[in-house]
């Protein structure tokens, strides 16, 4: 039987796509690699029966998107890490220190003031044409670092802005385009992606699965777990062929999968400029350790949980109740990855120790999605270029082949990819479908 649509893959935009398309009466069957859905958004049962979210877990008041899909599921939204009291606990290569009182008041205005630039700037950018003016050029080759040294940035407004990117798993602000900044803020409302307060201080009430495992109920019929696809072919009737040979047919298809995964896949009948650009982009490895802990042991030294590092990791913050993640990026996963059984584990319990003291011995879940075959990264990477690159037909569509995924859109949260998912199946209905809801939102704005 022909489908109207196959969508590929069941992570967050695979699922919010079909939830659309199923509920406008279309026929839709949705084929995905692994033996679940959620994609990104993955949980664990612990023994003692705590669930811990083992990727993507918290989004912000400018995720309107998100938000409006969960209300949409009648799920509820609570307050996040960003909430907890106490002082942020640096571990520095010069020690540990509570507070930003290793910020002097001239490093704290010159954070101030280059956001207060990239503000002005940011309100250049158009989120969907980013390169269309010469301020969004000349950011594209710029890195973060660049425009920091060219604002006159002072050594420790320099490290605050390099843990900002390491404790978020993004990698060294030497090598991330200063216009994937701006061009997020343009997308939000003009909030620096470092204004955690309005971008992770919010979380779905009993964890981000809940929302996953939500619409794959809505679903369940529709979709086929363990059914990876190796190639699409585009024509009046599509064809998309599984691993295992099985040929499926659609009117259209819908592509929610990962960049790195979707290289993988061998795409006939679509241009050879939209197949350039889409095998243009690329994602940041990145891996997550998840502790959990008998108590909030972080309370004992006045600290709030949230714990950036300079030195063994990305830091840490409160996933809820006395549970910590930690996000790791490219330049820890080689070394830690690598490591002897054991010494990975001391490395990152290593920061915990320094700030907290004793902590027991508690035990690590890891979660390597750089290396996962399904995921082949983390999240969208703009390198300096990389935007100019990828050109100007990024996250577009070319029917009746749809992309969707959050590294169809300005950064790599939950929020794109519901979004473009969304965007994708109102593009197959004939509707429209703002991709930057929360640039007119008035409670996203200062
Ligand atoms: C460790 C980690 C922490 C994160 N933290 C946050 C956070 O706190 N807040 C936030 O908003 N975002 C966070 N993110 C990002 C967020 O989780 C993702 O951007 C989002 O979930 C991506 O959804 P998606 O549907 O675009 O892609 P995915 O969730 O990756 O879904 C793609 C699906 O395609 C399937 N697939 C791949 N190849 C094939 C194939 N050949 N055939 C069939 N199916 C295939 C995959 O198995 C997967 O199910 C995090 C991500 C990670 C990894």
């Known amino acids: 039987m022909t489908h109207d649509v196959i969508v590929i893959g ?17 026929d839709v069957l949705v084929v995905e690699a692994r033996d679940r859905t959620g994609g990104r958004v993955e949980s664990e049962t612990l023994s003692d029966g705590r669930v811990v979210q083992l990727g993507g877990e918290i989004v912000g ?37 509570l507070g930003e009182d290793w910020l002097t008041a001239e490093d704290q205005a010159c954070l ?72 997020a803020m343009a997308a939000v409302g003009y909030h620096s992606m470092r204004d955690y307060g309005m971008w992770e201080n919010l979380k779905v009430e009993g964890g981000s699965s809940v929302l996953a495992d939500t619409l794959t109920a809505l679903l369940a019929d ?14 009046s009737t599509c064809t998309v062929t599984l691993h295992s040979g099985e040929v499926l047919s659609a009117t259209n298809i819908l592509c929610a999968v990962p960049v790195g995964p979707l290289r993988d ?23 997550k350790a998840v502790v959990p802990l ?17 030195r063994d990791t990305g830091g840490f913050w409160v996933q809820g109740g006395s549970v910590l993640s930690s996000l790791n990026g490219p330049e820890l996963i080689g070394q830690i990855r690598n490591a002897p059984p054991g010494v990975a584990d001391e490395q990152l319990l290593g920061t915990l120790r320094r700030v907290c003291g004793d902590i027991g011995d508690p035990t690590v879940l890891w979660r390597y999605w750089g290396t ?11 390198a300096p270029g990389d935007l100019a690159a990828v050109g100007p037909l990024h996250g577009s569509h070319e029917p009746p082949f749809y992309l969707a995924g959050s590294d169809h859109w300005v950064a790599g949260y939950m929020e794109g990819a519901v979004l473009t998912g969304r965007h994708a199946a109102a593009s197959i209905l004939g509707r429209d479908f703002d991709l930057y809801p929360a640039r007119y939102s008035s409670e996203s704005r200062d």
């Open 294 to 310: 008998d108590e909030p042991i972080w309370e004992r030294v006045g600290c709030n949980g949230l714990i950036p590092s300079e």
């Open 61 to 97: 008041t400018i995720h309107y998107g998100y938000r409006q899909l969960a209300a949409e599921l009648g799920l509820n939204i609570v307050p996040s890490y960003t909430e907890a009291e106490g002082l942020t606990g640096y571990d520095l290569v010069d020690g540990v220190v």
């Open 222 to 235: 529709r979709i086929r777990l363990g059914s990876p696809v190796s190639r699409i072919e585009i024509g």
């Open 265 to 287: 896949i061998e795409i006939v009948g679509v241009s050879a400029e939209r197949l350039r650009s889409l095998h243009r982009q690329r994602e940041i490895p990145a891996f």
């Open 10 to 26: 069941a992570g967050l935009a695979g699922l919010a796509s079909a939830r659309d398309l199923v509920d406008a009466g279309l």
């Open 112 to 183: 101030e003031s280059m956001d207060a630039e990239l503000v002005r700037l940011a309100k250049l950018i158009d989120p969907a044409d980013p390169l269309n003016t010469e301020t969004g050029r000349s950011l594209d080759a710029m890195s973060i670092a660049d425009f920091a040294r060219a604002n006159g940035a002072t050594q420790c407004a320099l490290r605050s802005l390099r843990l900002s990117w390491v404790y978020t798993g993004g990698g060294s602000i030497e090598r991330l385009s200063m216009l994937g900044e701006a061009r």
């Open 372 to 382: 996962d075959p399904w995921t082949q990264g983390y999240v969208s990477h703009w």
